[in-house]
Every structure is written in structure tokens, then in C-alpha cells.
């Protein structure tokens, strides 16, 4: 049965058809958090993205596929995303036992780019045909090729709401026109954020925000509104607030390895601010299932309120 919560975050996508709120409901009432409004999602697109040993090399198991789906099972979040070939990979094997997100566009690192750019690399053929209940796509605020991939996701999405799906879009701020303190700045971070639902996602993905600002123009706004940005909960709040005052769906993502206490103070705050949830990697795969289980149960622990 669906919660009230979950009807009222349902209620904030009135333009979308019963096929794809059933399949954002999908994904809001599994697992642990089911009912609850808050999500935790395990993507494992880091292969593709940043190398497989460089991802998985400190946990071997984590090279297969199956270690993913069976980790995302077990610790009973509301979703898995992952590209093309790892998603065919089990999809069969796994089929129904948890929601599904198709990372449709990579990128990957064999070249040293000021610029980065996204490849297509899935459709929503593809995500029809293995079940899944959403498409994820990236997008570099700040790159020049930016307006490249505004495009495609507009035409990208639009093709998956016609088909029933929900949209994901990882909205990560890189590129020549952000110093390197510019990709997590509040002020970059809230732009993307808004930036990705004026695309039409239904769930935004962004990085945890640091007190840096980074446009000069928003400096001055920011400081002659006394917009609260001092602690990491009152950036999160922001980040919300500027997603459409929290009628889109705002997610976090969790970054290279980190400690565990450090990394769950990241996610009290997130919980404080009112943020949505998590999307956590490496921080999970990386580690060996026994205390990945554990660890991803810490983090949806504190999203329940216990």
C-alpha cells in the first residue's frame, strides 16, 4: 500500500502519466526505506567511469556483475543503476528482485579532457527490454559541451516518459568554466540541481555542497540575502529549496572511499537538511560485502530515524 508520504511526493509530478508515477512509486516502496520518501540507491557505473581496476580491484568479487545485483538485494535498497552491459549481464538472473536504473550516457577517463562530454550509450529501448524502471543520464554544468547534453536529455526523457519510464539525471558541475572548488561550490551545486529539473528529471543527483561560492554575481546575492549556508544541513536544505522548493526528488551522491564515521556525519546531514537520500558506490562495492551490508544499513538506518 502506498504511504501518504509517497502519494504526496507523487503528487508533485502531475504532468506524467500512470506508467511512469507507477514506476517512481516502483522505486519509492522497495526495499527498507519503502514507504518512507527517502531513497538509497546503490550505482555501480564506476567501471566505465573512472576504470575496472581502479574500482574494483580492492574487492575482486566486485569485478562480477552478480556481486552487484546480490549486494543491492541483500541490502535492500530502493534501486541499482548501472550501464548497458553490466545491467544484461544480470537482469535475467535477478529479474524482479530489484528496480532497475539504466545508466544511458558514460563517460570514461583515457583522455586528460578540460571539457568532458558524455557518450550515448543506452536507450529506452534498452531499458524497456530489461525491466528497468528508470533511465539515469549525466550532465557536466560548466563544461562546453554542455548545451549538448541539455539536448539530449530533453529529447531523452521525453522519449522515456512516453514510454512510462521515470528520469534520473546526475547533474555534476565540472569543466573549463569552474575551478576545480567550483564543482562543489553551493552556489554551482544549486544551479545544477535546478538546472536537472528544469530538464524534466524526476530525481536529481548532485554532490554534497561545500560553503564555497564560486560566481561572483552569486556571491553578492548570497551574502546580501544572508542565504544560510554555513553548515553542510542548511546546504543540503538549499540544494532542496532551489530543486523547485522540494517538489523534485534530490539525491546525493557519496564519492571516493571515505570513513565510515565521516561519511555518516555526511548523511545525518543530508537527513537533517531535508534531503532525499543517497546514491552510494564506491563507498559500498569497495568494501567487502560483509561490512558493505553493514555500512549500507548504517546509512538507511539513519534514514528511517533510528
Known sequence: MTTPRVREILGNYGADSPGTLTNLARLLNHG???????????????????????????????????????????????????????????????????????????????ADEKDPDQALTGS???????????????????????LHMYGQIRLMAAEAKRAGLAVVIWSYPRGSGLSKEGETAIDVTAYAAHIAAELGAH??????????????????????????IATQAERVRHVVQSTFAGRRIVI?????????????????????????????????FQRKKPDALKFLGDIIDIYAGK
Not at 554575481?217 to 544560510?228: D, I, L, N, S, T
Not at 564515521?261 to 537533517?272: K, N, S
Open 32 to 110: 527498507r526505506l519503502a514507504g518512507t520518501g527517502k531513497l538509497v540507491i546503490l550505482p555501480v557505473d564506476q567501471g566505465f567511469e573512472h576504470g575496472p581496476g581502479r574500482s574494483f580491484a580492492v574487492n575482486p568479487p566486485a569485478y562480477d556483475p552478480h556481486y552487484h545485483f546480490e549486494l543491492a538485494i541483500e541490502a535492500g535498497v530502493n534501486a541499482f543503476a548501472a550501464p548497458l552491459g553490466m545491467l544484461e549481464a544480470g537482469a535475467r538472473d535477478f529479474a524482479g528482485q530489484v528496480p532497475l536504473i539504466l545508466k544511458v550516457n558514460d563517460h570514461d577517463l583515457l
Open 124 to 146: 529506452v529501448e534498452d531499458a524497456l527490454r530489461l525491466g528497468c524502471s528508470a533511465i539515469g543520464f549525466t550532465i557536466y554544468p560548466g563544461s562546453s559541451n554542455r
Open 203 to 228: 530525481i536529481v543527483k548532485v554532490k554534497l555542497p561545500t560553503a564555497h561560492l564560486e560566481q561572483d554575481a552569486a556571491r553578492k546575492v548570497y551574502e546580501k540575502e544572508q542565504v544560510p
Open 252 to 284: 546525493f551522491s557519496g564519492g571516493p572511499e571515505d570513513a565510515t564515521e565521516h561519511f555518516l556525519e555526511g548523511i545525518r546531514a543530508i537527513h537533517e537538511g531535508g534531503g532525499f537520500g543517497s546514491i552510494v558506490g564506491r563507498n559500498s
